[in-house]
């Protein structure tokens, strides 16, 4: 009888501990907020932040809750005055975290999407420092340059602003 006890939980514990873990019940969804600014020519901005949880094999760890690689991407976009999508910008900012204690911004990456030809790339510039990743883009307009700069900052508990 103890035979087949001990047989049975060694196969039990060699079960657990070789099916791995399924990655869709320790991945959350992806949060989103967006903010809407108008213009004085008539135009609007439209702002939205993603956040979107890092699918590193160390996400599922004892550890995850305190330290965490996170993306979190900012879309600026212009409409004109005829709700007509002009351009948009989309800074990403991957950032490392230890909660409590740290964090810093270890990369950042910018593109530029024009779709109405009335408008062009003047400059941008986009770079990270310390915990902040920033992007600053000038479109123009015939003669007219328009300056948006967004910036995306972790702090040592993991909230972005």
């Given at each position: 009888?103890?035979?087949?006890l001990?047989?049975?939980f060694?196969?039990?514990?060699?079960?657990?501990?070789t099916?791995?873990?399924?990655?869709?019940?320790?991945?959350?969804?992806?949060?989103?907020?967006?903010?809407?600014?108008?213009?004085?020519?008539g135009g609007?901005?439209?702002?939205?932040i993603?956040?979107?949880?890092?699918?590193?094999?160390?996400?599922?760890?004892?550890?995850?809750s305190?330290?965490?690689?996170?993306d979190?991407?900012?879309?600026?976009?212009?409409?004109?005055?005829?709700?007509?999508?002009?351009?948009?910008?989309?800074?990403?900012?991957?950032?490392?975290?230890?909660?409590?204690?740290?964090?810093?911004?270890?990369?950042?990456?910018?593109?530029?999407?024009?779709?109405?030809?009335?408008?062009?790339?003047?400059?941008?510039?986009?770079?990270?420092?310390?915990?902040?990743?920033?992007?600053?883009?000038?479109?123009?307009?015939?003669?007219?340059?328009?300056?948006?700069t967004?910036?995306?900052?972790?702090?040592?508990?993991?909230?972005?602003?």
């Amino acid at each position: 009888m103890k035979r087949i006890l001990t047989c049975l939980f060694m196969l039990t514990l060699t079960a657990c501990l070789t099916i791995p873990p399924t990655a869709s019940a320790a991945t959350p969804m992806p949060t989103t907020k967006t903010t809407i600014t108008r213009d004085a020519d008539g135009g609007y901005y439209v702002e939205t932040i993603t956040e979107t949880p890092s699918m590193s094999p160390f996400s599922v760890s004892p550890y995850s809750s305190i330290a965490a690689t996170v993306d979190r991407t900012k879309h600026f976009e212009y409409y004109n005055s005829n709700n007509s999508l002009c351009w948009r910008y989309s800074l990403t900012g991957t950032f490392r975290y230890i909660t409590g204690f740290s964090a810093v911004c270890a990369d950042a990456r910018a593109k530029l999407s024009i779709y109405n030809s009335a408008y062009s790339l003047y400059d941008e510039k986009h770079s990270y420092s310390g915990s902040t990743a920033t992007g600053t883009i000038k479109v123009r307009r015939r003669t007219l340059i328009k300056s948006k700069t967004i910036s995306i900052t972790c702090s040592k508990n993991g909230t972005f602003s």
